[in-house]
């Protein structure tokens, strides 16, 4: 086993003392040429420095907390991506966990940061409902994404004008049934995008299919593809671009086999990989950076008033729906 490198090694090492090396380590200026000594041993003997405990002596909230349903979402890495950026622009780390979209895990998240000397908690998709997320911004202040509630700084997308949005779109381009792919148990973004869409379609006295999938299990693409052939399904309006590109793929290897006529499809979120697949798939763009910039706003801010900020999101018409 390697050995730990100490302030010792490093005084050893440079020749200067253990107590100008400590001091050097909290920030605290010493004269240039034995700082010059200092980081070369530093470097020399691979030394790693102890953040946490600095921060615990400083006692200095500069972490932020960021809890999101999951890592296997590109959009959910596109808003640690931003707050990452923004964050140390100020100084600042993160610290993430993830919920897996369950209540229960969620919860033990946000006790898990509040053991640490933070600065607040950006939650994204909460599944937590208005008097358990009220509760837990007591001990720490809240800024919530993608979700918005009355009690803490929330930070949403215009969801439902989205899927009215597209829905109108959709229609336009297309006059053969038209569908909505969510999973059966959804949270309240995809809900107020099927909201959206079933109203455009109402008000154009069209039908609007939904096809649910369990949230649980992976989807079964066979049994989807049989829906769209049963009901003669020319366009699908997919819950976000992740599934949309999964189902765009497979049906595009049964119309390229002659199984299945093209279908058009639409995403929302414009994950990187939307613009890169052929046909690359029109979406919607939530301006999920400025969505994190006014979050983390609120989250440096401390004299902000409770905001509920309402982010329109931008239709990008692609290939996909041609």
């Known amino acids: 086993m390697t050995k730990k490198v100490t302030i010792i090694d490093l005084a050893e090492a440079s020749g200067v003392s253990k107590s100008t090396i400590s001091r050097y380590l909290q920030g605290i200026s010493t004269s240039p040429d034995k700082e010059a000594k200092i980081e070369k041993s530093i470097q020399e003997l691979q030394y790693v420095r102890n953040s946490f405990a600095r921060h615990l002596r400083n006692q200095e909230p500069n972490l932020i907390g960021v809890i999101v349903p999951d890592l296997d979402n590109p959009f959910f890495l596109k808003i640690i991506k931003k707050l990452d950026q923004l964050a140390e622009a100020q100084g600042s780390s993160l610290i993430v966990k993830t919920t897996k979209s369950d209540v229960e895990t969620e919860k033990k998240a946000f006790r898990f940061i509040q053991g640490y000397l933070i600065r607040k908690i950006i939650v994204c998709r909460s599944e937590l ?24 700084h929330s930070v949403v997308s215009d969801n439902y004008k989205s899927g009215y949005l597209m ?47 369990g949230s649980k299990y992976t989807v079964d693409l066979k049994r989807l593809s049989q829906y769209v052939m049963d009901h003669g399904i020319r366009g699908i309006i997919s819950r976000n671009d992740n599934d949309a590109l999964k189902i765009v793929t497979y049906l595009n290897d049964l119309s390229n086999q002659g199984q299945i006529g093209k279908i058009r499809m639409a995403g929302f979120d414009n994950i990187d990989l939307s613009s890169r697949i052929v046909p690359r798939l029109t979406t919607i763009d939530q301006q999920i950076e400025t969505m994190c910039e006014c979050a983390f706003e609120c989250v440096m801010d401390d004299s902000k008033p409770l905001q509920q900020i309402v982010q329109a999101g931008e239709l990008i018409i692609r290939e996909s729906t041609a």
């Open 129 to 152: 409902d208005e008097e358990a997320i009220t509760q837990m911004a007591q001990a720490n202040n809240v800024v919530s994404i993608d979700r918005p509630y009355e009690n803490v």
């Open 167 to 213: 829905a109108s779109h959709l229609a336009d381009v297309e006059p053969g049934p038209l569908m909505f792919f969510a999973r059966r148990k959804e949270n309240i973004s995809v809900l107020e995008r099927i909201q959206g869409f079933k109203d455009r379609l109402k008000e154009l006295n069209r039908e609007a299919f939904e096809y649910r999938y």
